[in-house]
């Protein structure tokens, strides 16, 4: 919770990226890398003026991120959206530190990646194969154990 993600924020704005030239033979990362934002602080210029003020700024921020990351995971059991509440935690948290933008980036990519997977036909088809097996193999053991003990309602209701 110090200044430091100010000054990592520099320094990978220093690096020069190579610059996506947009015929076509730039890679996938050369896209990516032009459209995300650039690391550091999103404080606002008044506030990162002051080094007391940033500081304080900043425990702020980690203190309200902090509950509602503690929120989504008492969400997690609990009825509610866990991982949403958490993934808001920590974007809170990548306001201002440059870790916390590097686990959204990431967690990003990630689902992303998972997103177009799931799109594929093959896979989507296996899924379908896979569970139609399971639905029939539970259908199976259903009948398995109505033939042997029937139906047995919870209740006792005399006609």
């Known amino acids: ?3 430091e993600s100010d000054e990592r924020g520099e320094a990978v704005a220093a690096t020069d990226p190579k610059p996506a030239t947009g015929d076509g033979t730039g890679d ?4 990516v890398a032009a459209e995300e934002p650039e ?3 999103k404080a606002p210029h008044f506030i990162k003026r002051s080094k007391p003020l940033h500081v304080s700024w900043q425990v702020g921020v980690f203190i309200v991120g902090l509950a509602v990351v503690a929120g989504g995971i008492v969400m997690l059991p609990l009825p509610g959206p866990g991982w949403l509440v958490i993934f808001g935690g920590i974007a809170i948290w990548a306001t201002e530190f440059v870790w ?11 689902v992303t990646e998972a997103a177009q997977r799931a799109l594929d036909p093959k896979v989507r088809r296996r899924n379908i ?5 399971g639905l029939v193999i539970v259908a199976v053991l259903v009948g398995i154990y109505v033939w042997k003990f029937g139906i047995v309602m919870p209740w006792k209701i005399k006609e």
């Open 129 to 133: 194969i896979l569970t139609t097996i």
């Open 100 to 110: 916390a933008q590097l686990v959204l980036r990431w967690t990003k990519r990630k």
């Open 28 to 31: 996938v990362v050369d896209v």
């Open 1 to 3: 919770m110090n200044a």
């Open 39 to 41: 690391l550091g602080s």
